[in-house]
């Protein structure tokens, strides 16, 4: 399914930020199967707060395809976009967003808010859960040795 072939990409992206004490997140931009945009989380390496995977991959495919239109585009990323996210995903007109891991903080594709369903000018269509486990293992085992390594300090 290439669904969990480009999910499986976003994780080795996702264990990239990982290794490099971001939170563990990474998203892949497909066109017709064809990868156009990669991105990772980077915000304490960049120190921005716009860093986030969904964003650098939808400025790379944005540089790769010379457009900021991506409406013949899937985006796949393991975990669910937050609001600024959701909303570049929105603006970037891609066509289908494939998520792992519900976020129940920030989530805003069903978790905290739905904004895929508002009346925005563009719906992307959704597929949650893809590698669920593997995206929030992930996660869990980041934020456990961030506890853990704060109660021995």
Not at 21 to 49: F, L, S, W
Not at 59 to 71: D, I, M
Not at 93 to 113: L, P
Not at 143 to 149: E, G, K, L, P, S
């Amino acid at each position: 399914m290439m669904d969990v072939k480009y999910m499986q990409l976003a994780l080795d992206l996702a264990k990239q930020s990982y290794l490099d004490g971001e939170v563990p997140v990474g998203a892949v931009i497909v066109q017709n199967d064809k990868v156009v945009g990669c991105g990772r989380n980077m915000r304490e390496t960049k120190n921005n707060a716009l860093s986030h995977a969904e964003i650098e991959a939808i400025n790379q495919a944005c540089k790769t395809l010379g457009s900021w239109r991506l409406s013949d585009c899937e985006m796949y990323v393991t975990l669910e976009p937050c609001p600024m996210c959701a909303g570049a995903i929105i603006n970037s007109r891609i066509k289908t967003v494939y998520y792992g891991a519900d976020d129940e903080k920030a989530g805003s594709v069903w978790s905290v808010i739905s904004m895929f369903e508002l009346p925005y000018n563009h719906t992307p269509n959704v597929k949650s859960g893809v590698l669920a486990d593997e995206s929030e293992k992930l996660l869990t085992d980041f934020f456990a040795n961030i506890r853990n390594t704060n109660k021995t300090t």
